[in-house]
């Protein structure tokens, strides 16, 4: 198993410009999320989904969109680019949605916007 | 509005040293994960506490949730240079919503 695959790992958008970070999970997991870490900040949610199909805010969605057609895949899209979103950007994947379940986490997408 | 504070921030010692991190907050939580991350990498989970007053051992590491549920503490025994990396608290407040603290950054010199 891959696990979460990230793509791509490293990117710099003018502003304005629009891109799609891309999250796949081969363990057949029905929770998929998306995180940002700003340096010296913990992650904070952006969009989550229960399952294929289904989508809703996190704590920051300003600025971004999602879409769960595959259970595999859970890509972000960002439209307008600002500087503001320059972070790291985390996707994860749990089984269930219980308190105790693992979040597994892919290996960040680093995003500049200049 | 949740505060979770993680300390201390940053945390530089030497091989064998022992050390305790901390996670706190004013909420009670149905749950609390610790994660480590390493640099370029993605959060990996440490482990889950459940119970109030629970404490739970992985080799060096002692995790030790509140009685009250509010806080949490890691306790690593002989620190090596492996266990070099950022420790994310992230508590549950029920659901499948978890929030995560600014971390603790450890670095251990050999």
């Known amino acids: 198993n891959a696990g979460v695959t990230q793509t791509p790992k490293f990117r710099i958008l003018k502003i304005g410009q629009s891109m799609t970070l891309q999250c796949t999970q081969d363990m057949n997991h029905n929770y998929m999320y998306w995180y940002r870490q700003d340096p010296g900040m913990g992650l904070k949610l952006i969009y989550y989904s229960v399952g294929a199909g289904i989508t809703d805010k996190g704590e920051v969605p300003n600025g971004y969109n999602v879409s769960r057609s595959t259970t595999e895949d859970f890509p972000l899209r960002l439209e307008l680019a600002a500087p503001s979103q320059t972070s790291v950007y985390f996707c994860?994947?749990?089984?269930?949605?219980?308190?105790?379940?693992?979040?597994?986490f892919g290996p960040g997408t680093r995003l500049t916007v200049l | 509005t949740q505060l979770l504070e993680q300390s201390p921030q940053f945390l530089s010692i030497q091989e064998g040293e022992n050390l305790t991190v901390y996670c706190n907050s004013s909420s009670v939580f149905s749950s609390l994960q610790w994660y480590r991350q390493e640099p370029g990498e993605g959060p990996v989970l440490l482990v889950t506490?459940?119970?109030?007053?629970e404490v739970k051992k992985l080799k060096r590491l002692t995790f030790q949730f509140g009685d009250a549920r509010k806080d949490s503490s890691l306790h690593i025994t002989a620190a090596q240079p492996g266990d070099t990396g950022l420790y994310l608290c992230a508590p549950n407040t029920g659901g499948f919503k978890t929030i995560f603290g600014a971390g603790t950054r450890l670095f251990v010199k050999a």
């Open positions: 506490v459940v119970t109030g007053g």
């Open positions: 994860a994947s749990s089984y269930g949605g219980s308190n105790s379940d693992t979040q597994y």
